[in-house]
């Protein structure tokens, strides 16, 4: 089975990231989930935004956790004005039937919160339970095993994924903590340990791999069994898996 075509940002190389153009581009592009980050503005909503401050994708500077959803919303971001929120995000996917993969950023700075708004909004929008994992709108992820853990015992229901730069002694044959049902290593990791999404696999986990924009990568992680694989070029990326 080809590896699932995951949006990383929304079709980020060809439109500004974390934008509705960029999502839109993506779905019209083929792409078969989304990826976004989100963040905690300073009056407690989740916004769509990667980077801690708001410098390198808008006219304006700041940290995004100081600033008010209103301060965000008047702020151009490439092209297009206000903040995406993860609530409009979630409506968009759910509109066109597509999964989204959430990744929390800065687990520790509010303590919490960013899990418990999270799961909070999930639950509004009927997602926090999915009737299975593997159906589900809606995967969160995280590099911080304090926020995987966190979204765990909060939604019980809801799928997760462990994302990893290395390999730490206790997952190298494959196997995870029981709060964490797939992993998601970067493409370094496994251009170096192609045989991890075997193992990976033996113990009933599958490989969510980011980001593959390289021909080279796209192919390596479809003869490999890679199951999800963020781009930032849905379309090339789809075009590779196809002449492959
Ligand atoms: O999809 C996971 C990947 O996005 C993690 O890295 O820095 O792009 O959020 P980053
Ligand atoms: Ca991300």
Redo the contacts with the bound molecule.
Sequence with gaps: MQPAV?A??GASAHAAEHTLAAYDLALAQGADAL?C?VRLTRDGHLVCV?DRRVDRTTNSRGVVSTLSLADLAMLDYGGEIGVLTLDALLGLAKDHGSRL?I?T?HPVRYGGLVETKLVALLARHGLAEPAAKEDSPVVV?S?STLAVRRVRAAAPRLPTVL?VTQLWPTLRDGTLPPWADHT?P?IGLLRRDPDYVARAADHGHAT?C??VDEPDDVMLCANIGVRWL?TNAPAATRAVLGAG
């Design positions: 995951v990383h940002r990826e980050d990667h993969f990744e950023k992820m590099f994302l998601g970067g969510y980011w980001t963020a």
